[in-house]
């Protein structure tokens, strides 16, 4: 089974930049969708980015432009490069992995929170 590992968060100037991480233990990591959601206090968790094995990348409206999601399987690792940071980017970042986003199975990561100020 897949394990993953957020780092990255921290605190960030509106108009900065953050990388996150998600480290994963597992072979058949590269086999998998990676996902990085969030979830803001008092909201629904929701997805920021995904992207497939073969490198086939999805952005929600809210982060087209300024987010970038990518991954190296050869580190069993993936990233979301996320610039000009918004206040409204604060929440805790979880990233997931499954065969597919939504199945029983996906695995997630603890979180990391990213704090945006104005």
């Known amino acids: 089974q897949v394990q993953l590992v957020e780092s990255g968060g921290g605190l960030v100037q509106a108009g900065g930049s953050l990388r996150l991480s998600c480290a994963a233990s597992?072979?058949?990591?590269?086999?998998?969708?990676i996902g990085w959601y969030r979830q803001a206090p008092g909201k629904q968790r929701s997805l920021v980015a995904s992207i497939t094995f073969g490198g086939n990348a999805n952005y929600a409206d809210a982060v087209k432009g300024r987010f970038t999601i990518s991954r190296d399987n050869t580190k069993n690792t993936g990233y979301l490069q996320m610039t000009s940071l918004k206040p409204e980017d604060t929440a805790v970042y979880y990233c997931?992995?499954?065969?597919?986003?939504?199945?029983?199975?996906?695995?997630w990561g603890q979180g990391t929170q990213v704090t945006v100020s104005s």
């Open positions: 597992g072979r058949t990591f590269s086999r998998y969708v």
């Open positions: 997931a992995a499954a065969l597919y986003l939504g199945s029983p199975h996906q695995v």
